[in-house]
């Protein structure tokens, strides 16, 4: 492994924000692509397991060559914000054989034009098995030429033991508007099961809106109790831009495009895969998506886990250029629920229009397209997708719970989703 690699992981790590929860992913090295985690086969499922109940995690991830490289992986207990449970011993919330485990299972790549090596592995296993509810980072390393050992994904699932029942709503009829663009929460969380003496700083709740992680709400503070219930009403914090439904996209083969395909063509190294133009939304669009989900796909008989080939996807959004201040991103869950830097779009002054170019693994994708001030790590869809109430939208819904004098945040609680707006 280069040294590059560690520069670019001491970079990632100075500018981490304090808080990382269950699907949120960054890659942290550059050949690293299609970081993927799925529970029970389940590709639609959030990665939250419950306590003990023997359905596994699995994690896999491509590394674009043929060449064997020793991975590594370690799981650590972390609070509500994603900071390492430091009040934890590595033996209460982890039964391992070792603090780092190898991955053993691997493929190389068949018949592909780009040569990559496929790895997995699952949790629980024999050697690593989670023994508390909360949130968990995994992080995979490899060693460099000096023989440290240097992260490349860092990653997070979370374990639930059910203590809360959460009764959540969503309405259009919102504290800022009627019908027009936003959709607010409110919820009920009855905690009878929790011994609660300071529910403020015991309990912590996150909401997600198609599991976004840039736009979470992070611990909003509820509006009144009632005995054991908590409530969020009228909850301005709670308020979300409706957005629009995604955009969809699939490319199967390198012989030919597919759905929103323009052409594909070979240019050394890659094939090369124009998207259709893409355009601003002024109306709301119906439409049968999967709210960023991604699956890869090849158009073989064989497994798209090491025969879907990588393609350059080119994405062109034709729109005026925003103020020097603003950016505009490729969004998806599949670009680890964030603003992934590799997705960012240049704006290309001949062509009035955003592009991109990213290199992925042939199959189904959602995307929509995200802009963000320079200062800001939020995403807003006005400019480029609108928002529009109607909008099919899926909320997720994590409740922690730390009580006093304990030494770790517990997930209590969790519905995903709990609700697509009709």
């Known amino acids: 492994m280069k040294k590059g690699l560690l520069l670019i992981a001491v970079v990632w790590l100075s500018t981490l924000r304090i808080w990382a929860q269950p699907g949120r992913t960054t890659i942290l090295a550059p050949n690293i692509h299609t970081v993927r985690l799925i529970v029970d086969n389940q590709i639609e499922a959030f990665p939250v397991l419950k306590l003990n109940d023997g359905k596994t995690l699995e994690v896999s991830f491509d590394d674009m060559t043929h060449e064997y490289r020793r991975y590594t992986y370690k799981v650590e207990h972390c609070d509500v914000y994603g900071n390492v449970s430091e009040d934890l011993f590595d033996n209460e919330y982890v039964n391992a054989t070792s603090n780092e485990v190898v991955i053993e299972d691997y493929e190389p790549s068949q018949n592909t034009t780009v040569n990559y090596t496929h790895y997995s592995f699952t949790l629980p296993n024999t050697q690593m098995r989670p023994l508390l509810s909360g949130n968990y980072r995994i992080t995979v390393s490899t060693e460099n030429d000096e023989g440290s050992n240097v992260p490349v994904i860092q990653t997070y699932f979370a374990i639930v033991d059910r203590k809360v029942s959460i009764y959540p709503t969503c309405t259009t009829d919102t504290d800022i508007d009627h019908n027009n663009s936003h959709q607010q929460l409110s919820l009920k969380i009855d905690c009878s099961n929790l011994?609660?003496?300071?529910?403020?700083?015991?309990?912590?709740?996150?909401?997600?809106?198609?599991?976004?992680?840039?736009?979470?709400?992070?611990?909003?503070?509820?509006?009144?109790?009632?005995?054991?219930?908590?409530?969020?009403?009228?909850?301005?914090?709670?308020?979300?831009e409706a957005g629009n439904e995604y955009r969809k996209a699939e490319f199967l083969s390198t012989r030919y495009p597919g759905m929103h395909g323009e052409s594909v063509r070979w240019i050394d190294p890659f094939y090369h895969y124009t998207m259709m133009t893409d355009y601003p939304r002024k109306n709301y669009l119906y439409d049968e998506d999967k709210n960023g989900l991604s699956v890869t796909r090849y158009d073989s008989n064989g497994d798209a886990d090491y025969e879907a080939d990588y393609v350059m996807m080119h994405f062109k959004l034709d729109m005026p250029c925003l103020p020097q201040d603003q950016q505009v991103y490729v969004y998806?869950?599949?670009?680890?629920?964030?603003?992934?830097?590799?997705?960012?779009?240049?704006?290309?002054?001949?062509?009035?229009?955003?592009?991109?170019?990213?290199?992925?693994?042939?199959?189904?994708?959602?995307?929509?397209?995200?802009?963000?001030?320079?200062?800001?790590?939020?995403?807003?869809?006005?400019?480029?997708?609108?928002?529009?109430?109607?909008?099919?939208?899926?909320?997720?819904?994590?409740?922690?719970?730390?009580?006093?004098?304990?030494?770790?945040?517990?997930?209590?609680?969790?519905?995903?989703?709990?609700?697509?707006?009709?």
Request: net charge negative; charged share 20%; aromatic share 14%.
């Open 332 to 422: 998806g869950q599949w670009a680890g629920n964030d603003l992934n830097p590799t997705c960012r779009m240049q704006y290309n002054d001949s062509e009035q229009a955003y592009t991109a170019d990213i290199l992925m693994k042939c199959g189904y994708y959602n995307y929509i397209y995200l802009c963000a001030k320079n200062d800001s790590a939020k995403g807003y869809t006005q400019p480029t997708e609108g928002n529009f109430f109607q909008t099919e939208n899926e909320y997720d819904i994590l409740v922690y719970n730390k009580p006093t004098g304990t030494r770790y945040w517990q997930l209590v609680g969790c519905i995903t989703p709990i609700y697509r707006n009709k």
């Open 195 to 240: 011994l609660l003496r300071d529910a403020e700083n015991e309990v912590k709740v996150i909401v997600l809106q198609n599991r976004r992680w840039d736009n979470a709400v992070i611990g909003p503070q509820y509006t009144g109790i009632n005995n054991n219930t908590l409530l969020w009403e009228h909850c301005h914090s709670l308020i979300f």
